[in-house]
Structures are given as structure tokens and as C-alpha cells.
């Protein structure tokens, strides 16, 4: 199976990138970055500053499926815009390139709360991602909705490292699907929902990633 994996430099998708291309399931990895991956023997590592100009390799690679990982954060992109551009555009402008060029199986990481009717932002674009990939009609959708992330991360992120510190403190009182996912856990559901593509829509919640 050819895999197009979005996100590849990011915490879920570092390690969905590590697991796929360890993994026999998958013949090839296409990861477009914006800087450049290490090598590996079936890693394809299309590099632009701007993603959305790989859109067009969608039709001469034609792979089989998508995992999208791409997420980032108010604070980091700048600006609301710069963040829809890679929370909401992205996804989005990638998932039709894909279901244009014959693709059947998506899957995404957006959040928990995740509802394009919150009065919050961050969970208002997450709705707005899933209702907008939804309505692409891939065959096999899946969405996961996870709590904070936990794991390593390149970057700092001040106060979601915060909150998992927190997460982490109260996690023996805390509901299951209040926890901190590990990014691997994350990463490892994104795979599994591609390998087995099941026909429809489903999400895989919080405490399914534990």
C-alpha cells in the first residue's frame, strides 16, 4: 500500500512516519515537508515551503491512502489566518487533491470537543475540518479526537506543556477520556484505520487511545 502522510515532522506524525515505514503493510511513504526527512528505503520526501504546491504529485503518485496529521497552534502560526491555513486549508486542500486522483481512505487527527458550533476557536476549526472532509465522500473516514497529546515534542508549547503536566498529575483521578493520548497511541490508531478501511465515517475518541 502507498501511504501519503501529511504532517511528518509534528509529534503524532513523526512517530506515524516511523511506524509506517517499519511496517510491511506499506510499500511506500510519501511525506511532503517543508524541510527535509532523513532517508529511508520507501520514504518519497517531496519538499516545498509552501505544501499546498504538492498538491499536484497526488496525481502521478496515486496512493492508496491519506493520514493527516498536520495541527499547530495560534500562538506558533502567528495569526488566526496562518493557523487555519495549516489546521483547516491544508487538510482540506489535500483531501480533494486525493479523492480527485481515485484516493478511498482518509484519516485525521483533529481534538476532542471538536464542533463547528464551539464558542471556542480552536475546537470551532476542528469542527469545520471534519464537516469539510466529510463532505469530499471518502469511502473510508476516520477521525480521532484525541485529549493532549503526550510525548516529545521539537518545539515548545508553554502552556499545553503545562496542562499535560497537570494531566499527568491528576491521571489516577481523571475520567479515562480527560488523559493525556500518547502520541503513539495516537499514531498507531491513524495507521491501524487505513491498514483495515472501514466503509463510512467513524471516530476514535480519547479514551480509545490510551
Not at 17 to 24: H, I, Q, R, V
Not at 64 to 73: F, S
Not at 164 to 172: I, N
Request: charged fraction near 20%; charge should be positive.
Amino acid at each position: 500500500m502507498k501511504l501519503l502522510l501529511l504532517g511528518a515532522t509534528g509529534l503524532v506524525g513523526s512517530r506515524a512516519l516511523k511506524l509506517a515505514l517499519s511496517d510491511d503493510a506499506f510499500s511506500e511513504v510519501i511525506a511532503p515537508t517543508r524541510t527535509p526527512l532523513a532517508r529511508s528505503d520507501k520514504l518519497v520526501n517531496p519538499v516545498a515551503s509552501r505544501l499546498e504546491e504538492l498538491t499536484p504529485l497526488l496525481a502521478s503518485s496515486k496512493p492508496h491512502a491519506v493520514i493527516c496529521a498536520l495541527g499547530t497552534t495560534q500562538a506558533k502560526a502567528g495569526s488566526k489566518e496562518a493557523f487555519l491555513h495549516v489546521d483547516h486549508e491544508l487538510p482540506v486542500a489535500f483531501g480533494k487533491a486525493a479523492h480527485a486522483a481515485g484516493v478511498e481512505t482518509y484519516a485525521i487527527v483533529t481534538a476532542m470537543g471538536a464542533s463547528t458550533g464551539s464558542p471556542f476557536f480552536y475546537t470551532r476549526t476542528k469542527g469545520e475540518v471534519e464537516r469539510d472532509i466529510r463532505e469530499i465522500g471518502f469511502r473510508s473516514l476516520t477521525i480521532c479526537r484525541p485529549s493532549l497529546i503526550g510525548g516529545e515534542r521539537n518545539e515548545a508549547r508553554s502552556a499545553e506543556g503545562a496542562a499535560l503536566m497537570l494531566t499527568r498529575l491528576l491521571a489516577p483521578i481523571l475520567p479515562k477520556k480527560l488523559r493525556a493520548n500518547p502520541a503513539d497511541a495516537i499514531a498507531a490508531a491513524l495507521l491501524g484505520a487505513v491498514i483495515v478501511a472501514k466503509p463510512g465515517c467513524r471516530w476514535i475518541y480519547s479514551e480509545e487511545m490510551t
